[in-house]
């Protein structure tokens, strides 16, 4: 790649959008492009019947960028459309590639919020913005590596639509998981080897299979604390338990738990905040946000648990929400929540089925994520190798990586 360096005010000209009013939004004709319609295409379009100056109208293909709250490079996809403010619309001069010039600044972006003023919705003001260099080759030059980005690119953003794919569908999955084990499906074959029928569950009310909490009040000078934000509510586990002066007790300190019992929010916002302690938690104190359920004999704790993480339980429990400001449940509510109880043995069969299901699923989303990231960090690598010249040289290795990565999500592993 030449030498020759310039800065973003000398190749392209930059047209802030209007600053449209609310008073000026419609439910009809062509759409107003914000902030948000950039971060999100499922966002809806404020829109007007009016017209208004053509620097301002935007149409499919234009290279837009976000310069205020949230900083990046956009082709617009959409329709012909208005320009909103804090928004720029990027023309490039002649003899510069406009992807050429999309591809650097999605490049330096992360640059760019270090020169970026404000705290809470921060923006960069124009000066700072035009001064930014950028490495300038002769236009076929900037052709050529644009041509290699959106090869490489085209593979990654295959890849990158595959692990979503997992990612968004993995709560699907998993309530599918949970209805046929709830269901009697996923024992089928288990009650039909050990001669059993769907007759011998039982519906059971939880007031009959749970026994009453108890309290507990902190001693020494420090104790171990669970409140609502120690759960992690994807994996519904606890990440860790506060550490907390007895001095400074919250007055809602006061659940005891113990090995093997389960927590089960009880508040609207966090249903799903739900745990079960194992034996490095048993010497805790829950809030009193949390039911502590206690299993008797014959019924398995982490079937309970299982239950309790189920989405159906949770829609079934949300319609006995009470109160404005925090709604929650009842506590006899709660208990009189009915259950299917299969037989012990296979309540324990279930369990060992689920752990073994869920976990694949979860190690399945786990692998997803990190491939998601894997992918974003590759695009860092190669716009870095672009602008320095060398993305020819790395080509080959750059094609085949990408390549295996979008491999490893093929639709064998999605089934």
């Given at each position: 790649m030449t030498d020759k360096i310039s800065t973003l005010g000398s190749v392209a000209k930059y047209i802030n959008g209007r600053a449209f009013k609310p008073n000026e939004w419609e439910k009809i004709g062509k759409p107003i492009i914000r902030i948000q319609n950039l971060t999100n295409s499922s966002e809806i379009c404020n829109r007007t019947t009016k017209n208004y100056d053509e620097k301002f109208s935007v149409t499919r293909g234009d290279l837009l960028f976000s310069w205020s709250a949230t900083l990046g490079a956009y082709i617009w996809q959409g329709e012909d459309a208005w320009l909103n403010q804090h928004i720029f619309k990027v023309v490039p001069n002649n003899g510069v590639e406009k992807s050429y010039l999309y591809y650097y600044l999605t490049f330096i972006t992360n640059h760019l919020y270090e020169k970026a003023h404000g705290s809470g919705m921060v923006h960069i003001t124009l000066k700072p913005f035009k001064e930014t260099e950028i490495p300038l080759p002769p236009l076929n030059e900037q052709q050529r590596i644009v041509s290699l980005l959106d090869e490489l690119f085209a593979k990654l953003d295959e890849a990158k639509a595959l692990a979503q794919a997992v990612v968004d569908g993995s709560e699907l999955r998993r309530?599918?998981?949970?209805?046929?084990?709830f269901a009697g499906e996923l024992t089928k074959l288990w009650r039909d080897e050990h001669g059993f029928t769907l007759d011998t569950w039982q519906k059971k009310f939880l007031s009959e299979l749970l026994l009453p909490m108890q309290t507990k009040r902190p001693t020494g000078e420090t104790f171990r604390y669970i409140d609502i934000?120690?759960?992690?509510n994807e994996r519904q586990t606890v990440r860790a338990p506060k550490i907390i002066k007895t001095i400074e007790a919250p007055s809602r300190a006061s659940r005891a738990v113990e090995s093997r019992n389960i927590l089960f929010s009880m508040v609207r916002p966090y249903l799903k905040n739900i745990a079960f302690i194992d034996d490095d938690l048993k010497d805790?104190?829950?809030?009193?946000?949390?039911?502590v359920c206690r299993c008797k004999e014959g019924l398995s704790p982490k079937f309970l648990y299982q239950f309790l993480c189920y989405d159906g339980t949770i829609n079934y429990l949300m319609q006995f929400m009470r109160g404005d400001?925090?709604?929650?449940?009842?506590?006899?509510?709660?208990?009189?929540?009915?259950?299917?109880?299969?037989?012990l043995d296979e309540q324990k069969e279930i369990v060992r089925l689920l752990d073994d299901l869920l976990g694949r699923e979860q190690r399945t989303k786990d692998l997803?994520?990190?491939?998601?990231?894997?992918?974003?960090?590759?695009?860092?690598?190669?716009?870095?190798?672009?602008?320095?010249?060398?993305?020819?040289?790395?080509?080959?290795?750059?094609?085949?990586?990408?390549?295996?990565?979008?491999?490893?999500?093929?639709?064998?592993?999605?089934?």
């Open positions: 309530a599918a998981i949970l209805h046929k084990a934000d120690s759960i992690d805790c104190i829950a809030s009193t946000g949390f039911f400001n925090s709604p929650s449940i009842r506590k006899d509510e709660f208990l009189g929540t009915s259950i299917n109880l299969p037989p997803a994520t990190k491939t998601l990231e894997r992918i974003e960090l590759m695009k860092k690598s190669i716009l870095a190798r672009a602008f320095r010249g060398e993305l020819l040289t790395t080509k080959k290795a750059d094609v085949s990586h990408s390549q295996a990565i979008t491999a490893g999500f093929d639709e064998n592993n999605l089934n």
